[in-house]
């Protein structure tokens, strides 16, 4: 049976930490100079783009090389998907060619549609619902930083978006403790919460005693048309050094990027704790390639 990834809920609680412990030594792996070039050799990825990406487009890109594998990279007017052509014919044909495909899209049906017709795993490179892989990112981060998952909370300020819809579910499988602060018309979308999951309108609250605090912007991509009002509603929902005082000693903050400076996050903030922002990007090469592995090999 073909395995997709469409959603953290896709891995069970044991398989998330084989990844994150395969991700971990394909990391080192490269900071050893290992040739990885045997891992997919052969195998050709499709990613494709309905909207920009920097971080994804690069490290599935990068990733794919350095395991002898390759990768297509297609923007949605190209292929128009349901437009030119049923999604259906689109993912048949496509299995008939290549041995995955990532697509970053707006409806998470694009991704389940695809799914249900395709011969060939299917991998979420961000929706309107979830951003699975960037999770898989995260998580590496978090651990790596804190030797492990035990007694650390998380705290996400802002946007309930598809980044802490993922980020819920997976705090869910590991029993990690995360307290969303988001105004009450913008919080996640119902079904996303759990016994670990606490949900509540004051930032400061969110921020107390975390050791991760997690921001990602007010306006998502396909939202920009929405932005100033959204401005207005998220002012107040903002990482700075104030929230900060408020979280534990040994807080490390993340963000998903693209960052807007001066609203989700203030410009020092960012540039105070860019090691573990950037330790974050980083670790999408190496997460994804461990997901592209347990898919493809
Ligand atoms: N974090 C993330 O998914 O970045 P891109 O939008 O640049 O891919
Ligand atoms: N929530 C953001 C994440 C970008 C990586 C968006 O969907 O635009």
């Not at 599935?60 to 999604?87: C, D, K, P, T």
């Not at 919080?187 to 949900?199: N, Q, R, V, Y």
């Amino acid at each position: 049976m073909v395995r997709h990834f469409l959603s953290i809920n896709d891995v069970s609680k044991e398989e998330l930490i084989e990844l994150l412990d395969k991700a971990a030594e394909l990391k080192a792996g490269v900071k050893n100079g290992e040739d990885q070039s045997d891992l997919l050799k052969g195998k050709s990825l499709a990613l494709i783009f309905e909207k920009p990406s920097l971080r994804t487009r690069i490290s599935f890109e990068v990733g794919m090389n350095q395991m002898g594998g390759s990768v297509l990279v297609l923007y949605s007017n190209e292929i128009q998907i349901g437009e030119r052509e049923a999604r259906s014919d689109v993912a048949k044909v496509m299995s008939r060619y290549l041995d995955g495909i990532m697509i970053r899209t707006f409806g998470h049906d694009v991704l389940t549609e695809t799914a249900k017709y395709s011969s060939i795993p299917i991998i979420n490179g961000l929706s309107d619902l979830e951003h699975p892989c960037q999770t898989m990112a995260d998580l590496l981060t978090i651990r790596e930083r804190f030797a492990g998952f035990d007694g650390v909370k998380v705290a996400y300020i802002g946007d309930g978006n598809n980044t802490v819809h993922s980020l819920m579910l997976a705090c869910t499988k590991l029993g990690i403790p995360i307290t969303v602060a988001a105004p009450k018309e913008h919080e996640p979308f119902d079904g996303f919460e759990s016994e670990f999951t606490t949900i509540v309108d004051d930032v400061f609250e969110a921020a107390k005693g975390a050791n991760v605090v997690y921001t990602d912007v007010w306006s998502s991509m396909g939202q920009e048309r929405d932005a100033q009002r959204r401005k207005k509603i998220f002012t107040g929902y903002q990482v700075n050094e104030e929230l900060l005082s408020h979280a534990a000693d040994n807080a490390i903050v993340l963000h998903c990027l693209p960052a807007h400076r001066g609203e989700e996050i203030t410009a020092e903030v960012i540039d105070q704790h860019e090691a573990s922002i950037l330790d974050q990007a980083e670790n999408r090469l190496h997460a994804q390639k461990a997901i592209l592995l347990k898919l493809m090999s």
